[in-house]
């Protein structure tokens, strides 16, 4: 994928970033930036091509500023349109940019800025030791340092002397919507092709995540209408998985050339230390959902792709998780959605970010656009979760605007996680159910310092500890189900 490291100290200070980067080269190919007198220290990671200008400000990801909607900026561009844009505008300057990004600014008199996206999309984590500053995209980075690691907070700047502030802050629910729902759907559609373009705009050597479930559906309908040429998809499963079906009508009906992989219990437990180690979680649906993540991620990087699309967000912003459905009241989904968008770096994007890492990819999520959460907070619950035929339908009003595009089977499709879909889902809770006695599970459970919730999960934890230590536990995140 990317991502930015960074060691700021005071002048006579310095520290070395060479065992940061060693932690996580496997990221991409690394710029390094020396600063003067050893006060600082920089380095992106990336894959492609893009050029890094000799300016104050260091950009991992793009930037998509106001009056410039549709077009990212990435490398050099970025960088130098961020410097104009803080010199002539201040700190503000962050009300007028979004995209996916971590960067890192540093001004006159050793004055340090860093600051990440407003989804915590781009991963920066940060600890401090002996007076200096260390930023990273993992963990695992920072973790000889021996210091307590925290993770940066989305939406949020650093300045030194002050710690973080926060410069966005996520939509609320709007209970007064002034929209029709034919005026709500256009406007939906137009930003989420916008989000798309914005997300591939000169980009070399795209790919895109297909499931046939109907988020990637849609960003993957989207980019083959922006795309000259054909794109490439690319699906994993089990043989005969629901994914691998459904995956293959729409890839016929946009035109897309698919990739479909096919894989076993047997190389899924021969990737499982590799998914934990770079996941840096145990939580048991997180790993699950991983496995298929990482086995496409692959599969892209190996057919040379740099950059892929996701269908990620859709299901926090517009109610697809199904048990919101047996939720008693709206405030009670709406609370349970609002908690979504806090823990999402922590929990879906963190799969995201660190299954394509892992080979190198950077991976973007167009459903993470700022304008598009704003408008859909203003939906009624009703058009993300409607009864049809006595039945709650999740994401109602995404299925309705692009069920001509899809077909209807794949529009009106059930919510499946990726696991599920891709067949694989209690396999290895049966391989964890027949490895663990239950005399084993409930002492270790006991034992364990955070809660270990099933057999599955202490299979998974059990590995994860073989790489970090107990100190990094509270930077696990946690999914409330488990089934």
């Not at 349109?81 to 600014?105: D, H, P, R, T, V």
Request: a negative charge.
């Amino acid at each position: 994928m990317s991502g930015l490291i960074g060691v700021f100290g005071e002048k006579e200070d310095s520290a070395d970033i060479e065992p940061l980067i060693e932690k996580v080269k496997f990221r991409g190919t690394c710029w390094e930036k020396d600063g003067e007198e050893d006060s600082y220290s920089l380095a992106i990671l990336n894959k492609s091509t893009i050029d890094h200008d000799d300016s104050s400000a260091y950009l991992d990801g793009y930037l998509v500023f106001s009056e410039e909607e549709g077009e990212a900026l990435q490398g050099g561009e970025g960088e130098n349109m961020f410097c104009k844009l803080l010199k002539k505008e201040g700190l503000s300057c962050f009300e007028n940019i979004e995209g996916e990004f971590a960067l890192a600014y540093l001004g006159d008199d050793d004055k340090i800025l860093v600051a990440r996206d407003p989804f915590g999309v781009k991963p920066l984590y940060y600890t401090m030791k002996d007076k200096i500053l260390y930023v990273a995209p993992e963990i695992k980075a920072l973790v000889d340092l021996g210091t307590p690691i925290k993770e940066a907070p989305p939406g949020s700047y650093y300045q030194k002397g002050k710690g973080w502030i926060r410069y966005y802050h996520l939509p609320r629910v709007v209970k007064k919507n002034d929209l029709s729902l034919e005026a709500a759907e256009d406007k939906m559609r137009h930003l989420l092709s916008l989000a798309v373009e914005e997300r591939i705009d000169g980009v070399e050597n795209l790919g895109v995540y297909l499931s046939g479930g109907l988020d990637s559906s849609v960003v993957a309908a989207l980019a083959a209408e922006l795309k000259s040429e054909p794109i490439r998809t690319y699906t994993v499963g089990i043989e005969g998985s629901k994914d691998i079906e459904y995956a293959k009508i729409v890839a016929e009906r946009i035109g897309s050339s698919q990739h479909v992989y096919t894989y076993d219990l047997d190389e899924m437990l021969e990737v499982l230390p590799s998914v934990i180690y770079h996941l840096e979680s145990f939580d048991c649906a997180y790993v699950r959902s991983s496995i298929p993540n990482y086995i496409a991620a692959r599969e892209a990087a190996a057919d040379g792709r740099w950059v892929m699309l996701t269908g990620e967000g859709s299901d926090e912003i517009f109610a697809g998780y199904s048990y919101l459905k047996s939720l008693d009241s709206e405030e009670e989904i709406t609370s349970e959605m609002e908690n979504f968008l806090k823990n999402l770096s922590r929990t879906g994007l963190q799969r995201v970010d660190r299954m394509n890492s892992a080979h190198g990819l950077d991976c973007r999520v167009p459903f993470l656009k700022p304008a598009l959460l704003e408008l859909v907070q203003r939906f009624p619950l009703d058009w993300k979760l409607h009864d049809w035929e006595d039945e709650p339908v999740d994401k109602w009003i995404l299925r309705r605007a692009f069920e001509d595009e899809l077909s209807s089977k794949v529009a009106w499709r059930e919510k499946a996680q990726f696991d599920q879909g891709s067949g694989s889902s209690n396999m290895l809770s049966a391989v964890a159910e027949e490895a663990i006695s239950d005399s084993e599970y409930e002492a270790e459970s006991a034992k364990a310092p955070v809660p270990v919730r099933n057999k599955e999960e202490l299979y998974y934890y059990r590995i994860f500890r073989r790489f970090f230590p107990e100190s990094v536990l509270p930077l696990v995140g946690r999914w409330t189900r488990t089934s």
